[in-house]
């Protein structure tokens, strides 16, 4: 109590959770009919004065987004900065993006107007968005003091950390994480331990080391089988039961979905030998489920125009060296990876004018021709930023399996994966040019053979540590070859 006397005094935590409005497309299949979603700002303001109503002293707000600085809109996926201005939050949790926040580096990775990344608030508001994969733990401490009659918060005393679980390195360089802990482990152990048996289950075997170090400059070694696997399984549900779509083609995209966003080893890489389901979990990183979408030959060059993004534009004159990959996410970079579709990105135009010689079977590709595409639930409902069309309505077929499900079902069929039949039909290339100074790009140290595997021979290595702590080395680009 303010006098000094030991009081007994009961305090009223509040929690609210916002959810992304988009599962209303993702999972479609599941909620249609039986659940309707509204913004995270209109539920806020709605329920936050509940709480604070049923004596909630302090508020807490669960978000399954981020930070987008866009106009605010009741189904954007990150609306935590406008979250953030409704009155009556106290502490604001994150996610979705995979990000840290606060980020305290020399970079951070959250500039928005009203985000401070030494403090750890948005507009004054602690927060925390502790990274992915358990690679940190969100901590929010809020000092309370009692004044008689109520709690308050001292805001001069808040600290706010995205805490490291990582605790160093071991001799080879891999991550080392905090002990589990020792009341906890035992009680989960049998259902670990299945887990663990059940993802090294055999599923066939491959011939050559799948990666994607080199998916971003061409290498289609871990996502050719991944495209297989789609077409496939679209193909032949289309020829069984949907036949006013079976004389349109089939293709298939998909993305490198590791491609080095949390470092050097943020990569796909499966190693050259026996294949299991955790091998497959590695080619295809989400729990997504195969969607195809009916598309003409104009949406295609949209879509691969969108995809273009993922590269900055190049200048033939400039001197000093010049960074490739632009912010935009590897698991957007969509790409085909059959001999049936080819094109080149030529990186020194503008964003919408990159892509060049799109073909089909050899022929210019017809603008008014339909094709199928087999891709996953959330590009088909959710990529309209892509093309118009991928906001669900060119959807034909929403199946009910996981892309990875059919990728595991796909391997088990072949049994043997090659680099010849599945890891080496390139579609797209980049368009010739010679600059003045160097084109870069990073990916995983002591990587450069994996290019050459890949047939890459305009991949050279340029630094060997790019002195990020992150364990990438820098490599460059030759335009010219």
């Known amino acids: 109590a303010p006098d000094g ?28 009919g039986k659940l309707r979603t509204e913004g995270a700002v209109e539920a806020a303001t709605r329920y936050i004065p509940e709480l604070r109503a049923k004596g909630a002293d302090i508020v807490v707000a669960l978000q399954h987004g981020g930070l987008d600085a866009a106009a605010y809109t009741p189904t954007m996926e990150n609306p935590g900065l406008h979250l953030s201005k409704v009155p009556g939050i106290d502490a604001l949790l994150m996610g979705h993006q995979h990000g840290v926040f606060p980020d305290r580096g020399a970079s951070p990775g959250f500039k928005q107007p009203g985000v401070d990344n030494a403090a750890g ?10 990274s992915s994969w358990g690679k940190a733990l969100g901590v929010i401490k809020l000092e309370l003091s009692w004044d008689g009659k109520a709690w308050a918060i001292d805001k001069s005393k808040t600290a706010v950390e995205a805490r490291s679980t990582q605790t160093g390195k071991d001799d080879a360089g891999k ?16 259902q670990h331990q299945a887990a663990i048996d059940y993802v090294k289950t055999p599923i066939g075997s491959t011939d050559f080391r799948m990666n ?7 290498d289609p070694g871990a996502i050719q089988i991944v495209n297989q696997a789609q077409a496939d399984y679209v193909k032949s549900y289309i020829q069984a039961n949907l036949p006013q779509y079976a004389s349109l083609p089939v293709l298939s995209v998909s993305a490198p979905f590791k491609s080095g966003y949390e470092g050097g080893r943020d990569y796909t890489d499966v190693a050259v030998g026996n294949l299991a ?3 497959a979990a590695d080619l295809y990183l989400y729990p997504n489920t195969v969607y195809a979408v009916k598309v003409t030959g104009a949406e295609i060059k949209a879509w691969l125009e969108a995809a273009a993004k993922r590269f900055n534009k190049i200048s033939t004159t400039a001197t000093a060296d010049q960074q490739l990959i632009s912010t935009f996410p590897g698991y957007n970079f969509d790409m085909f990876t059959t001999p049936d579709v080819q094109y080149e990105i030529d990186v020194t135009q503008e964003v919408g004018s990159r892509i060049r010689n799109l073909t089909y079977l050899g022929a210019a590709i017809d603008p ?27 959807t034909i077929y929403a199946s009910p399996d996981a892309n990875r499900d ?5 391997v088990k069929a072949k049994k043997t994966i090659t680099r010849a039949a599945n890891g080496a039909a390139r579609s797209w290339r980049f368009t010739k040019a ?4 160097n084109v870069v790009f990073t990916s995983g140290q002591g990587q450069l053979a994996s290019a050459t595997a890949a047939g890459l021979d305009n991949v050279s290595l340029l630094t060997a540590d790019d002195g990020s702590g992150k364990g990438r080395s820098v490599y460059k680009l030759d335009l010219s070859k």
């Open 5 to 32: 006397s030991r009081v007994t005094v009961p305090l009223k935590v509040g929690v609210i959770g916002f959810t992304t409005p988009g599962i209303m497309n993702w999972d479609k299949r599941y909620l249609e």
């Open 121 to 130: 608030t948005v507009n004054g508001v602690p927060a925390v968005m502790p």
């Open 175 to 190: 991550a080392v994480y905090v002990d589990a802990d020792p009341a906890i482990a035992p009680l989960i152990e049998t």
């Open 212 to 218: 994607t170090y080199f998916a971003d400059v061409g």
């Open 277 to 279: 389901i955790f091998n």
């Open 368 to 394: 008014a021709k339909e094709f199928v595409i087999a891709t996953n639930n959330y590009r088909a409902t959710s990529g309209a930023s892509f093309i118009p069309a991928l906001d669900g309505r060119a």
């Open 406 to 410: 059919v990728l595991i079902a796909y």
């Open 434 to 437: 010679t600059t003045a100074g």
